[in-house]
């Protein structure tokens, strides 16, 4: 009896996408948004939960949802797939593209599940490193996608785990390098300011990602949505499966909508606290703050272990994320910024980390 042999080799040559069960008074490992939506209006989409049976199932097309994402984003309602997080996105649209063989572009380092599930579908993940500041090699991804033919290049924009973002000129070179799709993933777009949805229009083979998982504040309900040609969601929408948007996430999604401005104030403040921590630790000996256009940020620990310094901010309290495995960045955690209060937690813990390791930190005695 070997059942396992029945599971496709390339799925079992594949390490599961996971993240170490570890909480923390300071959570910065996840990128969320450290804010939670107002209790009234919590309060709201509970009371609208309330008065909705439950044993009934959600709208099938949730219309109006798309429509007031239509609304929000200044994109056309048909262009517009909801889904169970942005993830289920990316995977429906993978589902309708790769199959044996199928070339995916994806730049590296990235967020892992694009070549996790590519893999899983059978196709070939073309990988194309960033630059040496982390920025995307354009040249190198317009013509990777030219050599292999690709059926789809993925590049997210700000990248996670770098912060880096891809330019406007740069994005419209790759639509423009073959028909193959060009898939924008925007988790963090608010956070920089940039977006690709004006280049809808003109480009049919682009696909944009966004999520309510970040700046929306929303990653414990799952909310994510695509846009791009009609015709494209037409064919993604025949991978997603039925009822995928519970009614209680519907509902909560349209009431964040409702209270963008709210969310809008967290995302300004989140930039500030950002460029306030980048400030300060800019001076601080063994260590780099590489600048980002999201809500985190890597930093380079040019002396001591990354893994060591990881431990000793969790024994404080303080949880980041070790991306130390992924390619380029052997000596880097990731950050996410949090509250003002926590983002003082975090360099306080750093400061004693290297005090541990025997080394100097002065972050703290700057200004205030
Ligand atoms: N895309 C990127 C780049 C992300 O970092 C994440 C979350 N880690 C996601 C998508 C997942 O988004 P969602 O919660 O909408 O599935």
Redesign the pocket.
């Known amino acids: 009896m070997d059942p396992l042999r029945h599971v496709k080799p390339a799925v079992r040559q594949i390490q599961a996408y996971t993240l170490a069960a570890r909480e923390a008074p300071v959570k910065i490992n996840?990128?969320e948004n450290p804010w939670d939506l107002p209790d009234a209006v919590k309060r709201r989409v509970l009371e609208k939960a309330l008065v909705r049976p439950w044993a009934r199932y959600p709208a099938f097309d949730p219309r109006e949802l798309t429509e007031a994402l239509a609304g929000f984003s200044g994109w056309r309602a048909d262009g517009i797939l909801a889904g169970n997080?942005?993830?289920?996105l990316?995977e429906a649209l993978l589902m309708v593209t790769v199959g044996p063989g199928t070339k995916v572009v994806i730049p590296e380092p990235t967020?892992t599940?694009y070549a996790l599930l590519t893999g899983i579908l059978g196709g070939e993940a073309i990988r194309v490193r960033l630059g040496e500041d982390l920025r995307y090699d354009t040249p190198s991804l317009v013509e990777a996608r030219r050599r292999s033919g690709a059926a789809v290049t993925v590049v997210?924009s700000p990248n996670?785990p770098t912060g880096t973002s891809l330019l406007r000129d740069e994005l419209e070179r790759l639509c423009q390098a073959g028909d193959g799709l060009v898939v924008v993933?925007e988790?963090?777009h608010e956070f920089s300011g940039e977006t690709a949805v004006p280049l809808l229009e003109k480009h049919p083979n682009l696909v944009v990602?966004r999520?309510?998982?970040?700046a929306m504040a929303l990653?414990g309900l799952?909310?994510?949505y695509l846009l791009s040609s009609p015709e494209i969601v037409r064919e993604v929408n025949k991978a997603r499966l039925p009822y995928n948007l519970n009614f209680f996430a519907q509902t909560a999604a349209l009431a964040a909508l409702e209270e963008h401005a709210v969310l809008e104030e967290t995302v300004r403040r989140l930039v500030e606290e950002r460029e306030r921590l980048l400030e300060r630790l800019r001076d601080v000996p063994g260590v780099r703050a590489w600048p980002s256009q999201a809500n985190f940020f890597l930093l380079e620990l040019l002396a001591a272990s990354p893994k060591a310094v990881f431990e000793s901010l969790y024994r404080r309290g303080v949880l980041v994320r070790d991306v130390s495995s992924y390619p380029m960045l052997s000596r880097c955690l990731r950050v996410s910024v949090g509250t003002p209060e926590e983002n003082e937690t975090f360099l306080h813990a750093l400061g004693a980390a290297f005090g541990e390791a025997g080394m100097d930190f002065s972050a703290d005695t700057g200004r205030a």
Do not use: H, M, P, W
């Open positions: 996840q990128n997080g942005s993830n289920e990316i967020f599940l997210c996670n993933d988790a963090y990602l999520t309510f998982s970040k990653a799952r909310v994510g």
